[in-house]
């Protein structure tokens, strides 16, 4: 579905990401896992559209993408749950999931999307008036899933649901990630928690300083002694 | 008691002016982290407009708004995309000189196309004044509370509940996030330049009918007791715009009632520095707290 190649992007004077080479196939989850710096949420900018490459391809169902623009890359089917939420605050719970469908011209389908996304997060319905800088970071975080929802994605970019939030919202917010992907929508997961990524994920890639060391299935990874060493404090 | 309800009328005629001003600079600040100092020349291209239009070509007063409206709405958009959009990723200092060169630019610019002469508005409503209980209120103030007042309702119709106005809320907050959910930032960053300077050339207008005289260098006072106004209201802020347009109307005129004609403009900065004291995100600002 989306396969990026020989990727090089610079952050300001950095190189950030130096060659970097993976693919997702349709209806897998897919993690990327590494450090704090490791390039992580550049990669998924690049592929949004916000940053641009120096080099290198991002191949999204057959089309070439690196050049295209934000609003472009939503309209294809691609959507982004951005690290540390990103919801817009002063506006209400149901104002933030109406501009998720920005760009969608269904009206029809825009109810049954709300339906959607109050099904696999009960919590927003019931404060759907409330202005979303009200909610938990928690409940932000639905939130901003619940957004990129209404956007009704093929794929779905997820950069680290898990920060910052109680253990008990991140198994919620992990269950519902595999439900979605369940549902059809084909998941990129970036997180430093790699123990829970690696566990609800098809295939996944260590990322460090800007290049990909080491791929191979969720259960492989999580069975490597040096992926243990290092993201797992084992 | 009657002189009070006078300044009244009359504050809240010259506020309304500084308040459909006030709009333009507060929603590009919000938008773009800018204060437009070009925004008051804007104001006053809009009343050489009306002054053309109605002179040249006859318009009568309803054509001479709504064609200064989309004059300078257009005229804005031209501006931001020419001197401002280029500096997007600059230093915010950078895009502020370059407004306050821009207003250089159309002051000199206007004053040597057309003299730095002040010219007479031509009276295209015939001044009636009503006498009320003692008090004297003309047509045109009752046109330019009228005409101000429908705009900020329009305003507020536009940025509440249209798509593009929900654009500009989005970006505003976060423009990161609302190029996430598909919002394209360009489109929205020209949309709000197109309505702030639309306001400003329906005030140019309306005070060339107030005060029958116009002159390339009129945008320069008005526009930075219109920028006073947004800071007071809280910068961003629509409704505090409003607010603060109003307030600086009513204390300029009540300043000259009270017989301090000449310090009616030290008192507006006084005002300003008070507040930039005392509260400083203004009356409306929103004091904003980051959730972890």
Known sequence: MLSVKDLVVNYGAIQAIKKVNFEIHTGEIVTLIGANGAGKSTILHTISGIMRPVSGQVTYLDRQIQRVAAPKIVQAGISQVPEGRHIFPGLSVQENLQMGAFLRKDRRNIAQAYEDVYNYFPVLKQRRHQDAATLSGGEQQMLAMGRALMAKPKLMLLDEPSMGLAPIFINEIFDIIRAINAAGTTVLLIEQNANKALSIANRGYVLASGEIKLSGTGQELLANTAVQKAYLGG | ?292
């Open chain 2, 1 to 292: 008691m009657q002189t009070f309800g006078q300044q009244l009328i009359n504050g809240l005629s010259l506020g309304s002016i500084y308040a459909l001003l006030a709009l333009g600079y507060t929603m590009v600040y919000g938008i773009i982290k800018l204060i437009n100092f070009a925004h008051g020349d804007i104001y006053m291209l809009g009343a050489f407009w009306g002054y053309y239009v109605i002179n040249q070509l006859h318009f009568n007063f309803i054509w001479a708004m709504l064609s200064a409206i989309v004059f300078c709405a257009i005229l804005g958009v031209i501006i931001e995309y020419f001197a401002y959009r280029p500096l997007r990723h600059s230093p915010r200092i950078t895009a502020l000189i370059t407004a306050i060169g821009v207003s250089f630019l159309l002051e000199n610019g206007m004053t040597y196309l057309f003299t730095a002469n002040t010219r007479s508005f031509p009276q295209v409503i015939k001044t009636v004044t009503y006498h009320l209980g003692g008090l004297r209120i003309s047509n045109i103030q009752l046109l330019i509370l009228g005409t101000a007042c429908l705009l900020m309702l329009l305003l507020e119709l536009i940025i509440k509940r249209t798509k593009m106005g929900r654009a500009m809320r989005a970006v505003s907050v976060d423009p990161e996030a609302a190029q996430l959910v598909g919002i394209n930032l360009n489109h929205t960053i020209s949309f709000t330049f197109a309505l702030g300077s639309a306001m400003a050339g329906a005030a140019g207008v309306l005070i060339g009918l107030y005060y029958n005289s116009i002159d390339p260098l009129m945008g320069m006072t008005p526009g930075i007791k219109a920028f006073v106004a947004a800071v007071i209201g809280g910068i961003g802020s629509v409704p505090g715009a409003s607010v603060g347009g109003f307030l600086i109307g009513l204390l300029e005129t009540g300043v000259q009632a009270i017989g301090l004609s000449a310090y009616k403009d030290a008192v507006v900065y006084f005002v300003l520095i008070v507040i930039l004291l005392v509260l400083p995100a203004g009356i409306f600002g929103k004091k904003t707290k980051e959730k972890v």
